[in-house]
């Protein structure tokens, strides 16, 4: 079966999509894990009996006031939620870009290649 230059093209760019799905992926993962310690954050705050708590900026350890710190957890938990779905309308975009060149690269060469996972 012959491979032309345009089906190698096609080729190449389904595994750069499906690398970027990938990374997608590994950054929503962590963005969600992310989440769940905000979320853990913010119910041991509301358990804080303390006017001023300690709030972790880096690597470094600040004294906050408490309404301070829950609207700081709010602001991330609100990036966070932005984020996943900015990664998630962009992983869509790329598996419906890959779902096309699938059909193509099928079309063509059929069980010759493989393009699943």
Do not use: W
Not at 56 to 65: I, K
């Amino acid at each position: 079966m012959d491979v032309t230059l345009a089906d190698q093209e096609n080729i190449n760019h389904f595994s750069r999509l499906n690398t970027k799905v990938h990374e997608i992926n590994a950054k929503l993962k962590a963005l969600k894990a992310a989440a769940e310690d905000i979320e853990e954050a913010e119910n041991e705050l509301m358990l804080a009996e303390d006017e001023e708590v300690p709030y972790l900026v880096g690597e470094c350890f600040f004294h906050l006031e408490k309404e301070v710190a829950e609207a700081r957890l709010q602001e991330a938990a609100n990036e966070g939620t932005s984020q996943c779905a900015a990664l998630s309308n962009e992983r869509a975009s790329l598996l419906k870009q890959m779902a096309a060149l699938k059909k193509t690269l099928y079309a063509k060469f059929g069980n010759a290649i493989n393009l699943e996972e």
